[in-house]
């Protein structure tokens, strides 16, 4: 390279650095900001259930204390999670309502912008005593991803259809309030090593992945023995 | 001049064109999906979590740069040789993982993380990446090639320029 200059063989090598340089230096530029970004904000608003300790995922009957730990990482936009919501949702809930079990929903955003939109309202919902019927009437109405069907506008007119009625669910949805929040939950799902949708872990320990997130009877069998 | 020499920069141009095309492909399906491309390599078990996240994020960038640079033909040998050596490693991470049993995707163009048990592609990630591998060692074993904006030696010292 150092000759350069009197090569008589063709360009000179400076256009070739130059877009070299170009190159890497937009890349670094955008990089840069998008590690940073993912640090997580210990300061951004969180739902009055959501517990940090749990990795801020929203917590039912979190001061019980001898019954089973179940931890749901799910995306409202993956079909296989509605699968999973379909099947075991409702023992859930029963467990839930009965005080038999100790859950903690961990709304993750992988799948992209209408997952995050559906996550701050889903945490909007839960401020207003009603996520688990905002969970799963939003699963049983899940539309393919990311076609544009979820908007605030459209989580504000399903809380309407849930009950809620304060003012604060709207301003909370549209305003994205809890957008910092999701941003958490989801950094802190990847600390934990999750890499799938859904996740069940029963008292820190997943289910069994070739049959208890299809069935209903080892679901049920898997909850029993912790 | 043989048949060869007058091939392969043809040959240079195609291999450049493909190894960088995917690379480049590879990459911009990911960069506006950071969260699932460190699902994807967490989900490989082979670094430490802070790591494997932090990977996750730059892989995808690294693959752009690395792919728009062989289109462009700017820095063949160093570049292909870089690209060469990524796609070596890929071939690692994928046969460990098949070795240990793990059941995940590549992630390899997006997507990636824990499929069910049969619905991995173990062999064909493999294979086609190491067609890639080679594609990389012909660019680093022969540099010049066609519409490339690397400087163009003279024919006598093409073996040892960049």
């Known amino acids: 390279m150092a000759q350069t200059k009197k090569s008589n063989g063709g360009k000179d090598n400076f256009t070739r650095n130059l877009v070299v340089a170009v190159v890497v230096g937009v890349a670094l530029i955008m990089l840069v900001p998008t590690v940073l970004s993912k640090q997580g904000d210990s300061t951004a608003a969180i739902p009055a259930t959501a517990s940090v300790n749990d990795g801020y995922g929203l917590v039912f009957n979190s001061e019980l204390t001898d019954v089973p730990f179940i931890e749901i990482y799910e995306d409202f936009q993956c079909p296989a999670c509605a699968r999973f919501e379909a099947i075991s949702g409702p023992y859930i809930e029963e467990l839930i309502a009965t005080k038999k079990a100790k859950v903690a929903f961990h709304m993750l955003s992988f799948l992209g912008g209408e997952s995050q939109i559906a996550a701050n309202a889903a945490a909007c919902s839960a401020d207003q005593g009603k996520f688990l019927e905002f969970h799963k009437t939003l699963y049983a109405n899940q539309p393919a991803e990311n076609t544009g069907a979820w908007t605030s506008q459209y989580f504000a007119t399903l809380g309407i259809g849930l009950g809620i009625s304060s003012s604060d669910y709207d301003k909370c949805v549209t305003g994205q309030d809890y957008m910092g929040w999701v941003k958490n939950v989801a950094e802190e799902g990847s600390k934990r090593n999750i890499n799938s949708t859904p996740t069940v872990l029963i008292n820190g320990k997943e289910i069994d992945r070739n049959t208890a997130y299809g069935s209903l009877a080892d679901f049920m069998l898997a909850v029993e023995k912790a | ?162």
């Open chain 2, 1 to 162: 001049m043989s048949k060869f020499e007058k091939l392969q920069p043809w040959i240079g141009l195609l291999s450049r064109l493909t190894l960088g095309g995917v690379l480049f492909v590879a990459g911009y399906l990911k960069v506006d999906k950071l969260e699932v491309s460190q699902m994807a390599v967490r989900s490989y078990e082979l670094l430490p979590i802070p790591i494997a996240n932090f990977l996750g994020q730059t892989l995808p960038f690294f693959e752009v740069v690395v792919g728009l640079l062989l289109i462009l033909g700017a820095a063949t040998r160093a570049v292909a040789a870089l690209g060469g050596f990524t796609m070596f490693i890929f071939i690692i991470a994928i046969a460990q993982a098949w070795a240990r049993g793990l059941n995940i995707d590549c992630g390899c163009f997006g997507g990636g993380g824990t499929v069910d048990p049969g619905q991995t592609r173990y062999l064909q990630e493999i294979l086609r990446d190491a067609g890639l591998v080679a594609l990389a060692l012909f660019l680093v074993r022969y540099p010049i090639t066609k519409f490339s904006i690397d400087k163009t030696p003279k024919q006598s010292n093409a073996g040892d320029t960049e």
